[in-house]
């Protein structure tokens, strides 16, 4: 691995999982990881010290889940990336094969699955609706959008979050008894409610409720119908999980684009700093003994699932890279990472996908690609992004696509006149949502960019939602405020095909065949458009989903990247 590129190393070093560990034998954990040359299920006997790969599956595996008792493992598998197919059970060492775990349910997309001591929780979601399933027992089903959210700890009762009052993107949460699928309590806020989980014990239940525009812990008890929400005065957004005993919880505290933990006493209501480094925890839990580990990287570090002690679990021998600068230009967070030497330089605004997600200080191959490479890389959590409030977040519903470009260009302009970006060498580019983005940009912005980099993008919204996954078309009508045969000038103005005769430069668009989110005929509709404007564009297909997740087809897919950009700037 020496002898390659440092860019290369990053990518072929294995990634450093989340570790989900057995509730009743919490020395079991099941883990994704990319060791073998592709996304596969793996298992970690903590205390013999030896893991087992499960699935070996050409296109990668990337849903796992762990029974409580530890003893098996359920793995979703899906065709080729397409996200639509069927659960799979599997003993925990991996000495027996997998068998379908729901094989009377047929092929649908999985939209929640809790493992209890005595039944499954399974939500699944087709073209007809969404089901609730626990055990063979129908608790719920629905024509809207619905997911599983917990299992109580007697598994009596069990949450779910869903969108028959509102839309996809600000869910109620009702909970069923298990025995009859009866309602026992419901809770209904504008801002949309997201389950966390079930008390240790007990009927307490964990949410996050948006208040004061940002998000933050609430307690509920479904049966008394008591609500308590913990004293939390912490800007930015919170999200919380319980410790062991209950009566305290682990606070992740994101603000800025960097996380750190908490500990929140319910009886005192005391609020404990615990020390971590700068960065992004991706994940945090609290074992029965009281150990906290998380996971933690930075822009300049690899990842590492640590402890508070210091202690590091598990570590990537994926070398470094530069740290990220942060920027506002006006209430626009940018993250700016730069090559050696004095600028201006070539730069690469590489914008997120989502829109709900946003771009934080956390290790990331390609943004340090083309940092060694010698490239400039910008991020912009632009309105829409997550960790900025509930009316930042909400601010492109019914105009999507538009504000967040607004908000790069007004980072571009900043970054042209601080000496940072060349006017001349600036390009937009991303994935999913930001191959979107990069597609509406070059047709809308098109005297500002060189060049454009739109990975499994979206160029004509109408055929995204013709085509899309059902619970992703229902966010999308969200997002939008309505399908496009109800307001089609909306979805027209925010469609990157309506603007495709204006774009003036070179776009590298990468598609997925399987794609469920962001499908390739619609892509294939906007290339046709180029093709009869007399375009330039490079169009390269994989065979997998919403991005590849084996490791030779990320590294061909960077160094395609690299090389588009070498040719054309």
């Not at 970690?44 to 030896?50: H, L, M, S």
């Not at 500002?448 to 109408?462: F, K, Q, S, T």
Request: hydrophobic fraction near 40%.
């Amino acid at each position: 691995m020496s002898d390659e590129p440092r860019w290369v190393q990053r990518f072929r070093a294995p990634n450093v999982p989340v570790l989900r560990w057995a509730r009743d034998a919490p020395d079991r954990a099941v883990y994704t990881t990319n060791v073998s040359g592709a996304v596969q299920v793996h298992t970690w006997d903590r205390a013999a010290d030896t893991h087992h790969q499960l699935t070996d599956r050409p296109s990668g595996t990337t849903l796992a889940v762990i029974s409580r008792d530890g003893t098996e493992v359920w793995w979703f598998a899906d065709t080729a990336g397409d996200e639509r197919g069927g659960w799979m059970r599997q003993p925990f060492d991996g000495s027996a094969p997998a068998v379908p775990a729901t094989p009377a349910l047929g092929p649908a997309w999985p939209v929640g699955l809790v493992l209890g001591r005595t039944a499954p929780a399974v939500g699944l979601s087709t073209e007809e609706g969404v089901t609730v399933r626990v055990g063979d027992a129908l608790l719920y089903s629905s024509r809207t959008d619905a997911s599983v959210g917990a299992l109580s700890a007697d598994e009596t009762l069990v949450a779910i979050e869903h969108s028959e009052y509102a839309d996809a993107r600000h869910r109620a949460v009702r909970v069923l008894r298990v025995a009859d699928g009866g309602t026992v309590g419901e809770l209904v806020d504008e801002h949309g409610l997201r389950v966390m989980d079930f008390a240790p014990d007990g009927s307490r239940l964990l949410l996050v409720r948006d208040r004061d525009d940002r998000p933050g812990p609430l307690i509920w008890d479904p049966v008394t119908g008591v609500e308590h929400e913990p004293a939390v005065d912490l800007p930015g957004e919170v999200f919380a999980d319980w410790y062991p005993d209950g009566n305290a919880l682990l606070l992740r505290h994101r603000h800025h684009a960097r996380d750190e933990l908490y500990r929140h006493d319910l009886a005192t209501g005391e609020l404990t700093r615990l020390d971590t480094p700068r960065g992004t925890i991706m994940a945090a839990t609290v074992r029965p003994d009281g150990v906290v580990e998380y996971r933690w990287s930075s822009a300049g570090h690899a990842p590492m699932v640590r402890r508070l002690d210091g202690t590091v679990v598990l570590e990537s021998a994926a070398p470094g890279s530069v740290p990220l600068t942060d920027a506002w230009v006006g209430d626009v967070h940018a993250l700016i990472a730069r090559p050696d030497g004095p600028g201006p330089h070539p730069t690469v605004f590489l914008l997120h996908g989502g829109p709900d997600a946003q771009d934080l200080d956390q290790f990331h191959p390609g943004r340090a690609a083309f940092v060694d490479a010698g490239y400039c890389v910008i991020h912009v959590n632009y309105r829409g992004s997550l960790g900025y409030g509930t009316a930042w977040r909400d601010a492109l519903i019914g105009r999507p696509g538009l504000p967040e470009l607004e908000d790069t260009a007004a980072v571009c302009d900043w970054a042209v006149a601080e000496g940072i970006a060349d006017p001349a060498r600036c390009v937009i580019g991303g994935a999913s949502w930001g191959g979107y983005l990069t597609l509406l940009g070059l047709g809308t912005q098109p005297e500002r960019w060189a060049a454009g980099l739109a990975i499994v993008p979206i160029g004509d919204v109408v055929g995204l939602w013709e085509d899309e996954m059902e619970p992703v078309r229902e966010y999308d009508q969200a997002l939008f405020g309505g399908p496009p045969h109800e307001i089609p000038e909306v979805w027209a103005r925010s469609s990157p095909i309506t603007y495709v005769e204006h774009v003036r430069v070179p776009v590298l668009i990468t598609v997925g065949e399987n794609d469920p989110r962001c499908p390739a005929r619609q892509v294939d509709n906007y290339v046709a458009r180029l093709d009869a404007l007399g375009k330039a564009y490079e169009l390269h297909r994989f065979d997998a989903g919403h991005g590849s997740v084996v490791l030779a087809d990320r590294i061909a897919d960077q160094r395609r990247e690299l090389d588009f950009l070498a040719r054309h700037l």
